[in-house]
């Protein structure tokens, strides 16, 4: 089965150039530009996707099968290609019952056989043969641009789709990195997703003392850093003293040149005999005339480079969020709101400083949610619709937690626990596991949301945030 691709490039024709204008023409449309007028810093994502279909469809296109009746005359035009010019004539009534079969050019061809049959025989088979390569590769682009056409309404609905669902996480999220938002968009988001984030949007923009939780753990792990002593290359500009020739200082000898103004006397003699002028003008086209040596010295700023230890801090890298959340039945209503709400505010922070985020739910089991990767928004989503219930068992969400820390990717990371801390204490082994873990650089927090949590259990954590999620808790948050 012989590729459309095989017979454009046998006849020279460029798909590139035939999608490149399909391509162009999404930017001048009116759902697109209508997005760019209100978001500008997003048309280069837009451009990229752009370049990415066209790219999927140029390649689609290329290994599409070529039609049976396409493939045929192609086969037959390969054939007549490689006849002699003088067997030509002999062959054209065979032609034109084959081309009769499956081409459009069959017409055409009995017109310019009955125009040129006068012609030389070698001119007569160039000009059918150029006359029937124009038709196969308009053949071609009709199909290509058929295919292309059906493929851009699709294209179409899903840019529209990620527009709608960049708008709205960007509204929710406050997000600084286009890129990462736009990648974001690929996911699946119904009705109800986009309410269920502009609800938790708006409970951390009525509650900031969570928001600022959230920044001051963001800010812990900037805060970790090392003095160090570096090698570094130091550059400085001085003047530094050069010998020039072009200086007339100091008179220091005689050398061959064509300097008129420094001739010596004796150079000069030779244009006073006519037999000897020629000469003169001979060392003077060579440089070769018997001139004054001047030489002196100039001053010229000059850049000197020099190595020297400098003394700095050494900014530990951000490790990612490993955020573990209490849904055990004590945590449901107020308290799960706030727990997901704080999330979704280390998520921000987590999307704009380029860090990773999982979600651990534990009761008594453990569930995980990757919020940042390919299908981050998704996560989230299914993450923010999920409902607590259950008892509380912290031991298997911190094996799970210390097993994660183990790898590369989690070095420095940010262990965040949010629960009531109305818990069991956990087992020594596993207290031992986690000062070993932090000598590493790892961090524990923990954000207490009850006042009734047991202090043994929070003992174990390097910072501890207390959000009373209860009654009186509320009441003197909205006082204040």
């Known amino acids: 089965m012989v590729e459309l691709h095989t017979i454009a490039t046998l006849l020279s024709l460029n798909e590139a150039d035939i999608l490149k204008d399909m391509v162009s023409s999404f930017m001048a449309s009116p759902q697109i530009s209508g997005f760019l007028q209100a978001k500008p810093k997003f048309e280069q994502q837009i451009r990229e996707q752009l370049q990415r ?34 067997q030509f004539r002999s062959h054209e009534s065979r032609l034109l019952c084959q081309l009769a079969k499956t081409s459009a ?14 012609a030389n025989p070698h001119l007569r088979k160039q000009l059918f043969l150029r006359k029937w390569r124009d038709t ?31 708008s709205e996480v960007e509204e929710a999220l406050d997000m600084q990195d286009p890129g990462t938002l736009w990648d974001l968009s690929a996911a699946t988001m119904l009705q109800g997703d986009s309410r269920r984030l502009r609800h938790y949007a708006k409970f951390l923009a009525r509650n900031p003392e969570l928001q600022r939780i959230a920044a001051e753990l963001g800010r812990s792990a900037r805060q970790e850093s090392g003095a160090t002593s570096q090698l570094q290359t130091i550059e400085t500009t001085a003047l530094q003293y050069e010998q020039r020739d072009r200086i007339p200082d100091d008179l220091v000898g005689i050398h061959q040149s064509n300097q008129l103004n420094r001739l010596l006397p004796s150079e000069a003699m030779l244009l006073a005999n006519p037999e000897l002028e020629t000469i003169f003008y ?48 004590s945590m449901s209503g107020y308290p799960e709101e706030t727990a997901k709400a704080f999330c979704f505010a280390l998520l921000q922070i987590a999307l704009n400083e380029g860090r990773g985020c999982i979600v651990q739910l534990f009761s008594t089991d453990v569930v995980s949610y990757e919020l940042i990767g390919p299908e981050g928004l998704q996560e989230a989503l299914n993450f923010l619709g999920c409902s607590f219930k259950g008892g509380t068992d912290l031991t298997p969400c911190f094996a799970q937690m210390l097993n994660r820390m183990q790898a590369d990717e989690y070095a420095n990371a940010d262990a965040i626990v949010l629960s009531d801390f109305i818990a069991q204490r956990l087992p020594v082994e596993m207290l031992e596991q986690v000062r070993d873990i932090k000598e590493k650089g790892n961090r524990f927090n923990a954000v207490a949301l009850s006042r009734h949590g047991k202090p043994a259990l929070m003992k174990i954590f390097d910072a501890v945030w207390r959000f009373d999620t209860g009654l009186q808790g509320r009441l003197l948050r909205r006082l204040h």
């Not at 851009?152 to 527009?163: F, G, S, Y």
């Not at 040596?293 to 850049?303: A, E, I, K, L, T």
Request: charged letters at 30%; one cysteine or more.
């Open 282 to 329: 001979k060392h003077l086209a060579e440089q070769r005339l018997l001139n004054y040596h001047f030489m002196g010295q100039s001053r010229s700023p000059q850049r000197i480079q020099s190595e020297r230890y400098v003394q700095g801090e050494n900014q530990i890298p951000k490790g990612p969020f490993i955020v573990c959340i209490d849904t055990s039945g």
């Open 53 to 86: 279909w066209g790219r999927g469809l140029n390649s689609e296109v290329q290994h599409r099968p070529a039609p049976p009746e396409l493939e045929a005359e192609f086969l037959l035009y390969q054939e007549t290609l490689t006849l002699p010019a003088e």
């Open 136 to 166: 196969l590769v308009n053949r071609i682009m009709c199909i290509e641009l058929e295919m292309a056409e059906q493929d851009r309404d699709r294209m179409l609905k899903e840019l529209e789709k990620r527009m709608e669902i960049t």
């Open 105 to 118: 050019f069959h017409q055409e061809a009995i017109s310019l056989l009955e125009n040129l049959k006068e």
